[in-house]
C-alpha cells in the first residue's frame, strides 16, 4: 500500500506517472467523459484546518470519478472529544477505501497513516502540501514554462514542498525568505542530496532580487498561515521588500509566469496589479487541484490492487 504524505516518498517517474493520470482524465472531462475508475469507493476527508480548493477539489473529484467523499470535522467527530488518532484511522479503516487529512501537525498525519489500511493523503501539514505541488507543476508543464523558479516568501509548507519537487524534478530553484528565518534543516539537506542525484540546483538566499532574476517561473504564499504564532504586525515588517510588485516582477523574465497557492492577500506578498495581471496562471493552477487530485487518487486505488 502506498500514501501520499510527501514527494519525497516518490520518483521523478512516479511523479511524472500521477500527472500523465490527471492530464488525461482532465482531456476526458474536457469531452464531457467521466470515466467511473473508482466508482462505489469513499473518501473520508478529515479537516482540521478550514479550506476552499482542498475540500472542493476532493470531494468533486471522488464524485466524478464514481465514488463518494465525505467531510469529517475534527471539531464535530471523536477526534475533538481526544479520541487517540490511531483509533480514528483504524475505524475509518474498516470504512472507507480511502483518506485525506488536512491537519495543522505533519506527525498527527504520520500516525494516521501508520494505523490507517487505506491509503492516505496529505491535503496539507505544517511541513508538506504535496498535492499543491503537483497542480502546480502540472501548470508549468501547460504552459511550457521553463525550469527555473523563484520561490518569494515564508520558509513554510509550500517552500518545502517546492523545494521536495524541484529537488526530484531536477529543476532549478531560488529561494528568498526573510533573515532569522530558516528553512526545516532536515528538508534542506534532504532536498540537497536529491539534488545531486537529479541534477537540479538550489539556492537560498535573503535577497528576493537575487532569487527572481531571469527565472521562468515566480511562486509565493501567503505570509499569514493558519496557526501562525507570529503576530501579522511583526511578518508585516519580517517580509519588507518581499511584496511581488511590478518593479520586482520586472526582474524575471519578460513572458514569467507567476503561482500562488491561494488565499491570496493583495497588498502585503503580492501587489493587486500583478496578481491580476498573472490571474490566468494563477486560477488554472487553482483548477489543476481538482484534476490533480484524481491523478492521486486514481494512482494510489491501483498501487494498492497491485501490492
Known sequence: MKDFLTLNDFSKEQILEILEIAKNIKNEVKKGIFTPYLKNQTLAMVFEKNSTRTRISFEVGMYQLGGHALFLD???T????????????RVISSMCNMAMLRVYKHADLK??????KIPVINGLSDLFHPVQLMADYLTMIELNAGKNIAYIGDSNN???????????????LSVAIPK??????EVLKIAMNNAKISGAKIIVTNDPKIAIKDVDVVATDTWFSMGDEVSKDQKV?????FLIDEDLMSL?????ILLHCLPAYRGYEISDKVFEKHSKEIFLEAENRLHVQKG???????????S
Open 252 to 256: 524575471a523574465k519578460k513572458d514569467a
Open 237 to 241: 515588517r519580517d517580509f519588507k521588500g
Open 180 to 185: 532569522n528565518y530558516k528553512i526545516n534543516d
Open 296 to 306: 492521486i487518487m486514481v494512482w494510489l486505488n491501483k498501487a494498492c490492487k497491485n
Open 111 to 116: 500516525e494516521f497513516a501508520k494505523f490507517a
Open 74 to 76: 475534527s471539531k464535530t
Open 78 to 89: 471523536q477526534l475533538g472529544r481526544g479520541e487517540p488518532i490511531k483509533d480514528t484511522a
Open 158 to 172: 509550500m517552500c518545502n514542498s517546492w523545494l521536495n519537487l524541484a529537488s526530484i524534478m531536477g529543476l532549478n
